[in-house]
């Protein structure tokens, strides 16, 4: 029944929608050139489509399972007397075919050498141009590469680990708000630190299949500002408890010393529990492992958010702040993201042990 009614309103909509393409009128290719030019050493393939009809709507695109093809789909145009296959330059592109695409539209693929995401390339129209004797055209330039400036800089890929599907885990981002935690010589916050890593791992557990919750994930005191230690630390303790189903609470913290060369990671648990013991170590060991960051190995301690969390609970000084090296690091985004994606695989061990 349900079915039913989908399709009637599928027709409905789509056949007013041909209509009305139609009436506007078609463009229609009438001319097709290409040519190769050097342009500040870097050789590129210069491909012109004339059309009739006016301003042309196109898309231009490129297919997960087709990298080496890069194609431009023309709204509402068909072929006219243009050939549908076309050998090209054959250094950049192979060849070009066009397929009628649905019913008006016209898929222009065009057939590279190499993957379209090492080449350059741009797509544009070009106005009549009476001298030259070339109609209203859609240019497609590629070029035989791309330089370095124009790879987009990419954003590391988010990791995922295994054992982390629908598990309900809790991430305290040490500090915040009016609380900036303990702060490094050349004035990065701890606050600040705590929180960029918290955010990764969040997005890497989440990445996952896993439930998180944040004690904060701005820049905020959790009771409220300038509120006493325990307020603060119980408000936090209270949004991991409220929760009943909640597995681990990870609170994010940085170490400071008064002496500028105490450095290292470290993790802590509360003594008598064996689970935030068997996390600690996890966690603790994934660090040591991938960051290179030296090793404090996981000690006990009777932090309030360990003593009076109702689940496993641990606490990691990432790294030192009061240290000059260490700092850089907590302040550097790469290593922001790599210390997170070392916890979240100490957690996703932690949970594969269970
Ligand atoms: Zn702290």
Request: hydrophobic share 40%; net charge negative.
């Amino acid at each position: 029944m349900t079915m039913a009614v989908f399709l009637l309103v599928g027709m409905l909509v789509a056949i007013p929608g041909v209509n009305q393409a139609q009436a506007a009128g078609a463009h229609e290719l009438n001319y097709f050139n290409y040519e190769t030019y050097t342009h500040e050493g870097r050789n590129w393939l210069r491909i012109e489509l004339g059309l009739k009809g006016g301003e042309v709507n196109y898309t231009t695109n490129v297919r997960e399972l087709t990298p080496k093809q890069l194609h431009v789909v023309l709204e509402d145009t068909s072929r006219g007397k243009v050939k549908s296959d076309i050998s090209l330059d054959r250094k950049i592109a192979k060849y070009l075919t066009m397929r009628q695409e649905g019913s008006n539209n016209l898929d222009v693929m065009i057939s590279l050498n190499k993957p379209v995401a090492d080449q350059a390339y741009k797509v544009y129209t070009a106005d009549k141009d009476r001298k030259a004797k070339k109609p209203y055209r859609l240019v497609i330039e590629i070029a035989a590469d791309k330089l370095a400036s124009e790879y987009e800089v990419e954003k590391p890929q988010v990791d995922a680990f295994e054992g982390l599907q629908g598990r309900k885990i809790v991430l305290d981002p040490g500090h915040g708000g009016s609380d900036s935690g303990a702060i490094g010589p050349n004035g990065l916050k701890e606050k600040d630190a705590a929180l960029a890593i918290s955010q990764n791992v969040a997005n890497i557990l989440r990445n996952s299949g896993a439930i998180v919750t944040m004690t904060r994930d701005t820049d905020v005191d959790v009771y409220g500002p300038m509120a006493s230690d325990r307020n603060e630390l119980q408000a936090r303790v209270d949004v991991g408890n409220r929760d009943a189903g909640n597995q681990i609470f990870v609170s994010i913290h940085c170490n400071a010393f008064t002496s500028p060369t105490a450095h290292g990671t470290g993790t802590y648990y509360f003594a008598s529990s064996f689970r935030g013991q068997l996390l600690a170590e996890s966690i603790n060991d994934a660090i040591v492992a991938d960051t290179g960051l030296a090793d404090r190995g996981p000690q006990t301690a009777r932090f309030y958010v360990l003593k009076n969390s109702n689940m496993p609970a641990v606490l990691i000084e990432t790294a030192f702040i009061s240290n000059y090296q260490e700092e850089a690091l907590l302040g550097d985004e790469e290593f922001q993201y790599k210390i997170a994606a070392a916890i979240c695989k100490g957690i996703s061990q932690y949970f594969r042990m269970k």
